[in-house]
């Protein structure tokens, strides 16, 4: 009987481990087997079992191998291996962050505490480093104060960020067939063919309608509203000036999309509009306060191409080149008062006049 409890033991225990000169292969066993009943005992009353792996060591250094164990699905416990010598065996409970440890060999059962420390041989202390993470706060707040907090910075501004466009009254008549024109394709491109003549057209009704639909970017919305508003400019001589007040609004709700195909489509409208007639750049003037505070946010947004050839110059799409240009254009047509107000409202503007 007792021999084959002693065969048992010695056909289920490990064999010597490498390396570990002066350590018998029934002595190791022994004290495997002598580890594995006392963790047992300890831990009668558990719910579940985790299974261990046996140190097996190569030298003689210690030796500390983490996430190369099994852990519990219960509990959230994980095992780690480790030696601290040649034949050392240690079974130590550790709690970092929440989360217990159990560091050793032969096999334990979970329970909901920690066992007390069981300590077979002397050992070195483990080097435990907690994973701290730094929580970020906004400034001005009691979080700011605590230790291990970030600050982050204040949001960005968003001068330059692109504004989505409200539904146009130009769009809605355009769907239910209210404009007499009609696109019309041709060798040199894309233009509008008139129904009726552009002179007898009502100036009041269809040049503020075709002005709002400057913030059309979709086609055909975006071409109609442009090449409209070129045409009736064209046409109109003296029934242009009595409606200046009625444009204003959708030049600056044009203006304050930030979208940069909108800009540069009313700078050019802009230009078209103040040699279109006589006393159209002076009746602008009270309206510089509306108008001229995107483009002094919008003023010095040049390329810098280096010795490369940039071609929106040709196609007249460089937002800074376009802004300064139609600055000149009002300063010229603006009368005597037009420098000071365009200088008050952007400041680094200089007179073309004293170039």
Known sequence: MKDK????TNSNSNHCPQGVPGVGAQRWARQNTRLTSQLRAETKAAKHRISFYEGKSSGHERRVEEDGGEGCRVCGRSVIRSLTGPGTVAAVWLRQDSTTRLQGQGTRDCGSSPPRISLFTSMKPLDISKDRT???TKGFTVKATMKNTVVVGPPAAGAFRER???PTTFRKLYERGEFPMALEHNT???RIAWKV???KLDYHHYLPLFFDGLCETAHPYGFFACQGVHDLLEHGGAKILPIIPQLIL????ALNTRNRQVICTTLKVLQHLVVSAEMVGEALVPYYRQILPVLNIFKNMNRNS?????????????IGDLIQETLEVLECYGGPDAFINI????PTYESCFLK
Not at 5 to 8: E, G, I, Q
């Open 5 to 8: 409890t002693t065969a048992s």
């Open 134 to 136: 730094q929580l970020e």
């Open 164 to 166: 989505p466009a409200k």
């Open 188 to 190: 040199t491109g894309n």
């Open 197 to 199: 003549e552009i002179e």
């Open 250 to 253: 959708p030049i600056k709700n």
């Open 306 to 318: 280096g010795d490369g050839i940039d071609y929106s110059q040709q196609k007249r799409e460089n």
């Open 343 to 346: 200088k008050y409202m952007v």
